[in-house]
């Protein structure tokens, strides 16, 4: 007999929290899912700190949940509400406002992550420019030119690398706490989309867990030894792009745009942002640049043509590479076997940008 959600929330409702209450009626069990005998469910934590206390009631809220009849699979997130908002600078020649109450903690700057060399993120103004395609493929590429490599994604509402990776199988967690990344054509990869619900479905989250989840995959995720971590970002300057700035230092933004002018701008305020947030700009790379005839291998260039090179000639940046237009890439995407796990003028491309970031010591 299949679990109902009500059988789970009666469940959790009578887990004693050790200050009183229990979960449900503290209003801390977000986003459940009951999907055959699998359950998931986020615990939000109203602080960064509360969710550290709470470790030990997500084990035991997903103990509980695993007992019940009819449960096969049981997975509870914790994510926690994002700490205060800094009090905003007071205008020049004002004295600075009095700050009445508990005083936020000051924020911690960014703190490397343990055995990883490099982070690396993958980022675009604009959504569809093929972002999450070049961190797979480059990722991919890295490996295959001997760098242990992962790749976090970190496209939480829209996440693509299950897909493109080829792995659906759900991480293992031995501990309840260390989550034990797939490794798919060499690369240690993780995604949010391998944590929650089934792939087709759309996460619609609400900032402040989002964070959360980020937080997860970057600190609870066994990355093991890496020469780099590849993170494919959502499209835009949002709230992951700004949260992994404080979180982690970057080794730099490779910044993703197709020739058209549109994406340009788009890429402009990507580069901005970095700029802003003081993580180096590593280089721009031209997507779904020159489209070679698989027939005649007559070239053409369909959304226009080094509109990228003279952007990043122009803004002072390097030019990282140009990587074709290709049917074989997406089907390659779609299969789950990136084109850069073969051979072809694809892999090539992504061969040679590989090699590049290598040679520059940011891979
Ligand atoms: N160079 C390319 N040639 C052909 N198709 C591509 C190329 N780059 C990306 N695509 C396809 O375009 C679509 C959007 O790419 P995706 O990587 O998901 O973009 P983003 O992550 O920026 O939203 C996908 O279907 C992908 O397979
Ligand atoms: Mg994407």
């Keep these: 007999m299949a679990v109902t959600r009500e059988a789970v929330l009666a469940a959790l409702g009578r887990i004693t929290l050790p200050d009183g209450g229990d979960p449900v009626s503290r209003d801390l ?19 960064p700190e509360a969710a550290q206390r709470m470790q030990g009631l997500r084990r035991v809220a997903e103990e509980t949940v695993r007992a019940l009849p009819g449960v096969t699979a049981a997975s509870v997130v914790l994510t926690a509400h994002a700490p205060a908002p800094a009090p905003r600078a007071a205008p020049q020649g004002e004295p600075p406002a009095l700050r009445i109450g508990r005083h936020p903690a000051p924020q911690a700057g960014p703190e490397p ?3 990883v060399r490099h982070i690396l993120a993958v980022a675009s103004g604009k959504g569809g420019v093929g972002k999450s395609t070049v961190a ?12 242990r490599v992962g790749l976090l994604d970190a496209d939480i509402h829209g996440p693509s690398q299950p897909r493109m990776m080829g792995v659906s199988a759900r ?3 031995p501990d309840g706490k260390t989550i034990l990344p797939p490794v798919a054509h060499g690369v240690t990869m993780m995604s949010i989309g391998l944590m929650l619900a089934d792939q087709d479905t759309a996460v619609i989250w609400r900032g402040p867990m989002l964070m959360g989840a980020l937080q997860q995959m970057l600190g609870q995720v066994a990355w093991g030894e890496l020469d780099v971590l590849v ?21 730099g933004a490779l910044i993703v745009s197709t020739p058209q002018d549109v994406a340009l701008l788009d890429a402009r305020k990507a580069i901005a942002m970095f700029r802003q947030l003081k993580a180096p700009v590593v280089g721009l790379v031209e997507n779904m640049s020159v489209f070679v005839c698989p027939n005649c291998g ?8 080094g509109g990228v090179e003279a952007e990043a000639r122009r803004l002072g940046l390097p030019f990282l590479g140009a990587l074709p237009l290709a049917l074989e890439v997406r089907e390659a995407g779609d299969a789950g076997t990136p084109v850069a796990a073969g051979d072809g003028p694809s892999a090539a491309a992504y061969a040679r940008l590989a090699r590049r970031l290598v040679a520059e010591g940011i891979a």
Aim: hydrophobic fraction near 40%; aromatic fraction near 4%; proline fraction near 8%.
């Design 29 to 47: 069990v977000r986003a459940l899912t009951v999907e055959g005998g699998t359950v998931r469910f986020v615990l939000e934590a109203p602080t």
């Design 113 to 115: 992550l343990a055995g």
């Design 136 to 147: 797979s493929n480059l990722a991919v590429a890295l490996a295959r030119a001997g760098r």
């Design 171 to 173: 991480p293992s967690s």
């Design 231 to 251: 993170v494919d970002l959502p499209p835009g300057t949002g709230d992951v792009q700004l949260s992994l700035c404080q979180k982690v230092p970057l080794a």
């Design 298 to 305: 007559h070239e053409s260039h369909i959304f226009g043509h």
